[in-house]
């Protein structure tokens, strides 16, 4: 298997100043986006060096002065064809958030950020999904199967889940809108697309208006006889009554279990701040 690379996860639209930008210019930049500092570039689009919101905020007094004049130069820099674990260690020994990409010439063409290294991690964990329901499905029902990775259409899914939760579909969004989009797992049987792995992140995605999505999709290398069984997948969903992604519950009263588990700490100390206000409160003149 081929290294993933840099290029394969680093942004290529990059919010970016100049090196003749003023301080409180670059100060206004940085506030309009989710950023703690930015890569400045020279006339030619040239990396020079990045400035830091702790930087800005030290200089802040020097509101018309250019960046060039606080820069210092140079910076922690990967190539596109960089592998991309070598950048995540870049990164993880420098304590960076964020690490300009530049080409042969110096040019900024990119920007990795540590979220497109965690993307990168859940993308890439997909394949052994695919590779685990593709071993039990060839010994449950003694069929070859392959995979790859391709477009599947939503309104076609033929879901084997009958609820999702509706604060872990409010996450699901939150990261497609953000570009991180981990495959869904479907097996292709005939005209039906049978969702196995997903459920939520395709709920999100039809939310959003999306017509298709990315997945790995298993296909039996004996089609003809797979088309006579009936999976455990199939049998799920008739029994549920589940012919499309509008026949899955969303619960709007329970918390996902990945919720309740990693909130569980929170809620305690809430209950703790409660009762230990409401005791305050009670407290008064002894009868």
Known sequence: MSPVLVRDYMVLRVE?????????????????????????????????????????????????????????????????????DDAARIMFRFGLRDLPIIDEAGVLVGVLANLDIVRSHFERSSPAKADTLKR???????IAFSYQR??????????????????????????????????????????????VDGHHRALAAREMGLAQIQAYILVAEDPARFATLETGLERTAREHHLTSLSDIEIDRSAHHPLIEVTTQLLRRFDLADAEESSSSRSEGPPV
Request: hydrophobic residues 40%.
């Open 16 to 84: 970016q100043l100049s090196d003749t930008s003023t301080i409180a210019e670059a100060i206004e930049k940085l506030l309009k986006t989710r950023h703690h500092g930015l890569p400045v570039t020279d006339v030619d689009g040239k990396l020079v060096g990045f400035v830091s919101a702790k930087e800005l905020l030290r200089n802040a007094g020097e509101r018309r002065t250019p960046l060039a004049k606080i820069l210092r130069p140079g910076t922690y820099t990967a190539r596109p064809d960089t592998a991309l």
């Open 136 to 142: 039990l499905l060839a010994e449950r029902y003694g």
């Open 150 to 195: 391709g477009l599947v259409p939503l309104n076609h899914l033929i879901p084997t889940q009958a609820k999702v939760y509706e604060d872990e579909l409010e996450g699901r969004r939150y990261e497609l809108e953000r570009g991180f989009a981990e495959p869904l797992l479907v097996v292709r049987k005939g005209e039906a697309w049978i969702l």
